[in-house]
């Protein structure tokens, strides 16, 4: 009897990124700097994906800032209560919104609402570019790309 069935973190190749037009929570725009990690997601209910990805960067790379992007199609203001709500304040200021997902959603191609990625941009190229949950493997293989940020 299967229970769960297995899951896969779909790792991408290097992939050159569109320019990311966004605004964090706290008002600031966004300022794209040179090699930065980025957790996204293209709905709300992505959070709990994000989740994931945001305490292991938390824990394994505890200097280095990471960037939370919600890709929406539009920000009502009932989805931005929704988002302030659920984020916590001291994280407003990492937390982005992107109301032109497209770009992103071509790259990422989200099977579900719920499907997050993780990334290291550098020079405008994502690598490594791993989309869901990563498992320990595919995580492993992640960070050791990562490798002088970790130090």
Known sequence: MVWRTSYQTRE?????????????LNGDIYQARDRELLVGGFDLRAQSE?????????????????WTVFFLDSLTPKVAANLRAMIPRSKH??????????PWASIIQPDRPERSFGTLITEGVADPLM???????ALDRFLEKLGSLRE
């Open 93 to 102: 200021d990492k937390t982005l919104v992107c109301t032109q997902p497209e």
């Open 131 to 137: 989309v869901g949950i990563p498992t320990e493997e």
């Open 50 to 66: 994000i989740g994931v990805w945001n305490r292991i960067f938390d824990e394994e790379l505890p200097c280095v800032r990471c």
């Open 12 to 24: 991408l190749d290097p992939t050159p990124t569109p320019a990311l037009v966004a605004e964090a």
